[in-house]
């Protein structure tokens, strides 16, 4: 059981909330600086994506919102560190590869609607990151999850160039997808993202908007350890 523990005023370290839309390459981002401070990683987008996974395979509608937030009250989350990446884990079964898939992404947005499904993961996401030295990514943290974070980051690129990353990634893992399909997945579900009640995406109060179209990750990654290192990292 995760038990929620106030940062050591001993430990020096931050917490450190990105958020953004799909395929903006926070992700990477997120994982590299968290990588380069010894700090944990925490992937919000993977825990909806594993609730639409079990969502999926329980059979549960997308709009069925009492069952979805039960399904979510109870699901057996985890991530694990295999000594080179967290996996993400449901119960015993290693969910990692699985809950990429492109259904799998927009079954994940379309259970975040609900705001008794958001409620639940909100509170998992503010346990796992009660002892600061965080990196947490997804498209609430610097408003709802972490809106004290020492330091919060909006990542974004344009439409055309996120779809090309991801395209990529998708080509690079042997999936033949059309471009033009991947810009219409990631059109549709940011349309999604910024458009609900609870939780939308958008830039929180006090964040550093990053462009990244045209940059590099490592430029990404330098300037964001920049930032970090001001804030107190
Ligand atoms: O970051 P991602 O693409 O893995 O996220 C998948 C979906 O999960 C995203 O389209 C919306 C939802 N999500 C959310 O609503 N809130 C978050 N903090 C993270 C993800």
């Known amino acids: 059981m995760l038990e929620p523990a106030a940062p050591s005023p001993a430990v020096r370290g931050i917490r450190i909330a990105i958020d953004g839309p799909a395929a903006s390459g926070k992700g990477t981002v997120a994982r590299a600086v968290a990588t380069a401070l010894g700090y944990l990683y925490i992937d919000t987008g ?13 059979g549960l509608r997308v709009d069925d919102a009492a069952g979805l937030s039960s399904l979510a009250s109870g699901l057996p989350l985890d991530f694990a560190w295999d000594g080179q990446r967290a996996r993400v884990m449901l119960g015993e079964e290693d969910v990692s590869v699985a809950i990429r898939e492109p259904e799998i992404g927009a079954m994940a947005s379309a259970v975040a609607v609900h705001p008794q499904v958001r409620a639940e993961l909100v509170r998992r996401q503010q ?12 498209r609430d943290i610097g408003t709802v999850v972490l809106p004290d974070a020492e330091l919060k980051l909006y990542l ?14 998708f080509q690079a893992k042997g999936e033949r997808v059309a471009l033009a399909e991947v810009e219409a997945e990631i059109r549709d579900r940011d ?7 609870t939780g939308p995406l958008q830039v929180a109060p006090g964040a550093v908007l990053l462009d990244t179209t045209g940059l590099g990750i490592d430029e990404v990654v330098q300037r964001v350890l ?7 990292a």
């Open 191 to 197: 349309a999604q993202d910024s458009g609900r009640a």
């Open 46 to 58: 993977a825990m909806y994506r594993a609730l639409g996974l079990a969502a999926r395979r329980a």
């Open 127 to 138: 346990l796992l990151a009660a002892r600061g030295r965080v990196v947490v990514d997804g």
């Open 226 to 232: 920049r930032l970090a290192q001001r804030a107190g």
């Open 156 to 169: 974004d690129a344009s439409l055309s160039e996120r779809a090309r990353r991801r395209h990529e990634e």
